[in-house]
């Protein structure tokens, strides 16, 4: 994995970032909850560092996942997260 640093940051993450919005439901494109945790694994597995989710994602769902699915680890990692409308 290729890390790069984040803007004028001094962070150093992975140069892709796992998107976790499809994370929490069973509907449509979505994935469950233990479907997630799984693809979050193997994301670390191959070395991935930055994680981004939103409050709004299922209805909060996937931030509970993702804090998770990371836990222990948040001092290794980036996570970008964003504030919708509801």
């Known amino acids: 994995m290729e890390y790069v640093g984040l803007g004028k940051t001094g962070l ?4 892709i970032c796992l998107g ?11 994935v469950t909850a ?10 670390l597995d191959l070395g991935i560092t930055f994680f981004d989710t939103a409050d709004v994602y299922s209805d909060g769902k996937t931030e509970k996942i993702v804090g998770n699915a990371l836990a222990g680890r948040r001092n290794d ?4 997260t964003k504030v919708g409308l509801q």
């Open 12 to 15: 150093k993450v992975s140069r």
């Open 34 to 43: 233990a479907e997630g945790k799984k693809i979050i694994a193997r994301a």
């Open 20 to 30: 976790c919005m499809s994370f929490g439901d069973e509907s449509g494109w979505m």
């Open 77 to 80: 990692l980036v996570i970008a």
